[in-house]
């Protein structure tokens, strides 16, 4: 093969398909070639799924404001009984029985249907209802529950618990 052959063919080896770069110019990598295409979808020959594939963050939110909610009612109540004061840790067991509740409730929300974010959100309500009935009003539990019920009760953790498990 002369010089002149050569340079004629200025692309041996037009046919192969070009290595993938990364934005500096490195070389890439090609996905496995035992995965299709869309290999993050469950079904490829249909369309993506309407329901979310991740917690949404009001779900999210929800959950952790009533984790820190029954935190705050149990160490309440135990400093209560920790100085003495057992008429008024009987009445903090009262008023935060539905935050825990809310927190024993929060633990389902990866993996449990509609009925458990129905139940938080009654629970949620029954925990608000509680807190006008002290006085003086407790704010942070009546703005936790008001919270905590409007945060499930969006379209997008309605989507999220009646999701196909």
């Avoid at 799924?49 to 929800?62: E, I, N």
């Avoid at 003495?84 to 929300?109: H, Q, S, T």
């Amino acid at each position: 093969m002369s010089v002149s052959e050569n340079s004629t063919n200025e692309q041996p080896y037009r046919d192969y398909e070009q290595y993938p770069a990364t934005a500096n110019g490195s070389p890439g990598s090609y996905p496995p070639a035992d995965l299709p295409p869309d290999h993050h979808e469950h079904h490829p020959d249909t369309q993506a799924s309407p329901y979310p594939t991740t917690m949404p963050t009001s779900v999210r939110a929800a959950q952790i404001l009533s984790w820190v909610f029954a935190a705050l009612g149990i160490v309440l109540t135990g400093m209560a009984f920790a100085v003495g004061k057992n008429e008024l840790a009987g009445k903090l067991i009262a008023v935060y029985l539905p935050a825990l509740l809310l927190g024993i409730l929060a633990f389902g929300y990866t993996v449990n249907g509609n009925g458990l974010r129905i139940a938080a959100i009654v629970c949620a309500s029954f925990e608000g209802l509680g807190s006008l009935t002290q006085r003086p009003p407790f704010l942070v539990g009546l703005a936790a529950s008001l919270t905590i019920v409007i945060l499930l009760s969006r379209s997008s953790a309605g989507l999220w618990f009646k999701r196909p498990h």
